[in-house]
């Protein structure tokens, strides 16, 4: 076994379950494994909000000197990724200021981020909402990040109202032309996007992109479920005109509700991971089905009524293949059958069935007298 000197670049705050360590030789590290991904581990989703984009700066330098200077290294260590996020080789390719580039995929192919290197000699590293949501201890990735002197140039926190009793798109456009979220002497811009009454979901913008911005839309709708009440808000923050404290790693629902004053009082609750999860599941199920049913119903209806008993051996050989839909990005392989199988009865009681009592029309009624 490697050797592991405890806080060899300096010393930090110690943090409770994590050991602040940077390994010799490279091997060696913090065993604590708590984050935020199904699967057995836990993140800070009791603050109530969730880190949704990152990007993150350091001094190749300062990587040097903690010997982490290989980005593969830096990312396992800052976010424990353990496999499941994975760096493409970097090559010579430009991304924004900086001259190398590769590309984060998580283990089921999906986009996860980019790290960048150059623009003065510096690493950056930036995760999108995908690549977030593998990170499995936000308590160890800012004691990380503080030890290595980085810099937060992005972070994006988000909050999801489910069931929309709190928050509601119209009701944050009323608040808008109201001046409710001027705090200084000049009232923020803001922005509305109507769909018009088609059930696609609407959007509220505030502030500036650059500096700090807020987003409130109807998540469920724009995932294809027209009667979802699902309302998500995200507070942008930008570190152009000020340093973001690594604070908000860990407590992102205290950010959020300094992002405006207005925030104060309307935003207790729980934000889990894995609770958005299964509503994007129920959503993004409902939305296939109601396709399905649509566009390819009459077909099998016919196909059901020529085959007769022999309708499910022709489904299986002759119809179905490999995959899901382009929809269920985003949402583990793995993880799939089961998250689908456990919200299709909610996702199937808005898609009743005809001849059917609405107390009846659920998927598990249907199949399980």
């Known amino acids: 076994m490697s050797e592991v000197r405890p806080q060899v670049c300096g010393s930090s705050d110690s943090v409770p379950g994590v050991v602040t360590a940077i390994p010799v030789n490279g091997v060696s590290g913090p065993t604590t494994n708590r ?4 699967g057995g581990v836990e993140g800070v989703e009791a603050d109530g909000a969730l880190v949704d984009y990152l990007t993150l700066t350091f001094k190749r330098e300062r990587l040097a000197e903690c010997g982490v200077a290989d980005p593969r290294l830096l990312l396992e260590y800052l976010f424990s990724f353990r496999g499941d996020v994975k760096l493409s080789r970097i090559e010579p390719r430009r991304w924004q200021f900086f001259e190398r580039s590769g590309t984060l995929y998580d283990r089921d192919g999906e986009v996860a981020g980019k790290v960048g290197i150059g623009n003065g000699d510096t690493v950056c590293v930036s995760l999108t909402g995908q690549g977030c949501k593998w990170v499995r201890n936000w308590h160890k990735a800012r004691t990380y990040l503080d030890l290595l002197q980085g810099r937060i140039t992005r972070v994006d926190v988000a909050h999801d109202d489910y069931d929309g009793e709190r928050l509601s798109v119209h009701g944050m456009l009323e608040r808008a032309r109201a001046g409710e979220f001027q705090d200084g002497p000049i009232a923020p811009k803001w922005k509305f996007l109507d769909d018009g009454g088609n059930g696609t979901g609407c959007t ?45 790693l ?16 309307i935003l207790p609750g729980v934000c889990e991971r894995l609770k958005t999860l299964k509503k994007t599941v129920e959503a993004t199920g409902y939305a296939v089905v109601k396709w399905a049913r649509r566009q390819v119903g009459p077909s099998l209806s016919l196909l059901h009524q020529a085959l007769g008993h022999e309708f499910d ?12 839909p382009s929809r269920f990005r985003g949402i583990p392989k793995s993880e799939r059958p089961k998250l689908l199988r456990e919200t299709l009865d909610a996702a199937m009681s808005y898609l009743p069935v005809p001849g059917v009592p609405c107390e009846e029309n659920s998927y598990a009624s249907l199949h399980h007298p």
């Open 35 to 38: 984050g935020q991904w199904p």
């Open 204 to 248: 509220l913008y505030v502030g500036q992109k650059g500096h700090k911005q807020l987003c409130v839309y109807e998540k469920g709708k724009q995932l294809g479920m027209e009667m979802s009440k699902w309302v998500r808000l995200e507070l942008r923050l930008y570190a152009k005109r000020a340093e973001i404290p690594s604070e908000v």
């Open 250 to 265: 860990v407590q992102p629902m205290k950010y959020l509700r300094g992002g405006y004053s207005v925030f104060s009082g």
């Open 313 to 324: 051996e022709f489904l299986r050989t002759r119809i179905l293949r490999e995959g899901a």
